[in-house]
Each structure stands twice: as structure tokens, then as C-alpha cells.
């Protein structure tokens, strides 16, 4: 499963509606790909369209979807929103990381 915190759930709400998305029938779609600094880099659009290989979840009102080779990087994950002042942005809290950049986009494991 993953997670969104509170914080994140009001920024994705927010995009999402500037976006034109609605968020009961819309979701977040997070996964990885190979990039970044570490290894590995975390990818986070707003999608309305589920595909075969895809797993939904939801946590604290947010449906969030993620392909099954992305998942077995991201269980346990959760995601959240910084907004102060060493940046601002979505963070992927992910305890099967070992090892992050500093700017805590990409990953190994």
C-alpha cells in the first residue's frame, strides 16, 4: 500500500482541480523509472485511465495507482508535500531506499 499525508492529500486536491482533474473519478499515478542521481527516479502525474497491469489503492481520500513493477519499489511508501523554505514539492518517504540524493528525487536500493 502506499500513503499520502495529510498535507500532500490538500496539494493534490488543489492541482488536480487547476488541472482539470476531479478527484472521485481521477487518481494519482506515481511510479519509477531508471534516472536520477542514485539509480533510480520517481515519476507523479494525475491520470483517469487505468491500465491492465495497474493497483489501486487509497489512502486519506486520494486514490493512487501504480504499475505492478513500480509497486515493488514503492510499498510502504508515503507520499508527502514540503512547502517550506528548503524546497517545495511532493517527497516520496520510501523505507525500501537505500540510498537517496540530496535532493530526494532519486533512489537505489
Known amino acids: 500500500m502506499i500513503k499520502v499525508?495529510?498535507?500532500a492529500r490538500k496539494q493534490v486536491e488543489q492541482m488536480m482541480q487547476s488541472d482539470g482533474y476531479d478527484i472521485?473519478?481521477?487518481f494519482v499515478r506515481v511510479g519509477v523509472k531508471s534516472g536520477g542521481c542514485?539509480?533510480?527516479s520517481y515519476e507523479l502525474k494525475f491520470d483517469n485511465a487505468l491500465g491492465d497491469d495497474d493497483k489501486l489503492?487509497?489512502?486519506?481520500d486520494v486514490r493512487i495507482v501504480v504499475d505492478k513493477k513500480s509497486f515493488l519499489y514503492l510499498v510502504g511508501t508515503t507520499l508527502e508535500y514540503s512547502g517550506?523554505?528548503?524546497g517545495k514539492?511532493?517527497?516520496f518517504n520510501n523505507p525500501n531506499a537505500n540510498r537517496t540524493c540530496g535532493c530526494g528525487e532519486s533512489f537505489s536500493l
Open 89 to 91: 514539492g511532493f517527497v
Open 57 to 60: 489503492f487509497q489512502d486519506n
Open 84 to 86: 517550506g523554505l528548503n
Open 38 to 40: 542514485s539509480g533510480l
Open 24 to 26: 472521485s473519478d481521477s
Open 5 to 7: 499525508s495529510t498535507q
